[in-house]
């Protein structure tokens, strides 16, 4: 085999099992940005759901004080 064939050819095996290195590693990293958005959103979707249960809860306590306010009209009047 000549040389420059041998060195072609080592130049090719080489360079397939760079890009093969390249591909996966790229693809490592795109997989954890993706999943850091993910946490991301899960994260901002509690956020929301925790504000929205204190809203709630907020408004249930208003509700128990305006009930016993009339609980106690409606025992006056009887």
Not at 10 to 19: E, Q, R, W
Not at 35 to 59: H, K, M, V
Request: proline content about 1%.
């Amino acid at each position: 085999m000549s040389e420059p064939v041998y060195l072609t050819t080592l130049a090719i095996f080489f360079g397939t099992i760079f890009m093969i290195v390249l591909i996966r590693s790229q693809t490592s990293v795109k997989k954890a940005q993706l999943q850091a958005e993910n946490a991301e959103s899960y994260r901002a979707i509690a956020e929301r759901a925790t504000a929205a249960q204190e809203q709630t809860a907020a408004a249930l306590a208003d509700l128990q004080t305006r009930i016993i306010a009339i609980e106690k009209v409606l025992k006056q009047v009887e």
